[in-house]
């Protein structure tokens, strides 16, 4: 990269809520070798709010994603993109591949602009949107996200994923739950995910929640998101369960509350999800159900954590061939997941 004074940088990218938590290495590799430096991101309406508070963060700039009508989106593209271009950016990271981050990086007229070298891009055109390309290393996302800093004269410093909450919001979950929680041990599940083939089975769910709260002797919290769909799978699964879990957080938590539920648990148990990525920002042991997605790409980005694949039971189909209303976690055996709950339990009381 060629020599310039970095006062400004903006972080670009367009995913999921889980996808923005793991560009946070980045941004913080960035905040460590430009101290003095703000760092602005741009990303989807709704999951650029996962980032909310970071405090490498100064300003979060949001479009709207797919679902709103093209009229909506291009004339809120433009009113972002006139606001971008005011804040004059030194420096644009762009993690995105979409072609309207290139757009809307040569729009924001950068000193200097770094993006990915995509395969499913047409370089030529790609490269007229960016000063400097930089092929992606890795297997796991993290690891390719971190790869773009291979264009700066500075080793990466920051490696972890981070998501942060105030004091006073775990005070706030801990009066909503009562006050026995001061002192109580519990365990976060999490059931649901953004996409159906990454669900399991609802009655394998309920029989592990019973066997934590029968024989570990843990209380269980159910999590979720806000959608209908996913607070009826969560009810679905406390009906089947013989000792009721805590309901009270299900499909009711910001970003901030959710990773204080999380951080304060004594272990995580979820689908391939962003709760899942929160909990290794945190953290929290992990174990963790993965299906058909690649679990080598997007497994928790921790040492503290226990996987139970699909695959190791039945074959798995290439991403190309994913049937998205296929249930691939129904292929897992709960015995494999109570074992996962078991190994997590003794890891507690080593300490």
Not at 76 to 83: A, F, R, S
Not at 111 to 139: C, D, I, M
Request: charge should be positive; glycine fraction near 4%.
């Amino acid at each position: 990269m060629k020599k310039i004074k970095i006062k400004k940088i903006l972080v670009i990218k367009f995913r999921f809520h889980g996808d923005m938590l793991l560009i946070t290495p980045v941004i913080s590799s960035l905040k460590a070798n430009y101290p003095d430096a703000i760092i602005d991101v741009l990303g989807y309406e709704g999951s650029v709010e996962i980032l909310r508070v970071n405090d490498d963060v100064d300003k979060i700039f949001a479009v709207k994603n797919k679902k709103a009508s093209f009229s909506n989106k291009t004339l809120d593209y433009l009113k972002v993109v006139h606001e971008l271009h005011k804040e004059k950016y030194n420096l644009v990271v762009n993690l995105s591949d979409q072609w309207l981050s290139g757009l809307m990086t040569r729009l924001i007229s950068p000193s200097y602009s770094v993006a990915f070298e995509f395969q499913q891009r047409n370089q030529f055109l790609w490269r007229l949107f960016f000063h400097e390309l930089v092929k992606p290393e890795g297997t796991h996302v993290v690891e390719r996200n971190l790869s773009i800093l291979n264009a700066f004269d500075f080793p990466v410093t920051v490696k972890n994923t981070k998501m942060g909450y105030h004091a006073f919001v775990w005070e706030g979950i801990k009066f909503r739950l009562g006050k026995e929680w001061d002192q109580q041990k519990y365990v976060v599940v999490q059931p649901t995910a953004r996409q159906k083939f990454k669900y399991w089975d609802d009655e394998k769910f309920a029989e592990v929640i019973d066997y934590i709260q029968r024989v570990t002797h843990h209380k269980v919290i159910i999590t979720c998101g806000p959608s209908e769909d996913d607070k009826r799978c969560v009810a679905r699964i406390a009906e089947l369960c013989k000792v009721k879990p805590v309901m009270t957080l299900a499909g009711n938590t910001t970003f901030d509350e959710l990773a204080a539920v999380i951080d304060h648990a004594q272990f995580f148990i979820g689908v391939d999800s962003a709760p899942m990525h929160i909990a290794a920002a945190v953290d929290t042991p992990i174990i963790c159900l993965f299906g058909a997605t690649d679990h080598r790409a997007w497994h928790p980005w921790t040492e503290k954590f226990w996987m139970v694949w699909a695959g190791n039971y039945h074959p798995m189909p290439k991403r190309s061939e994913i049937d998205r209303s296929f249930k691939y976690l129904s292929y897992i055996p709960v015995e494999k997941v109570i074992d996962a709950v078991n190994s997590a339990v003794t890891a507690e009381k080593a300490g």
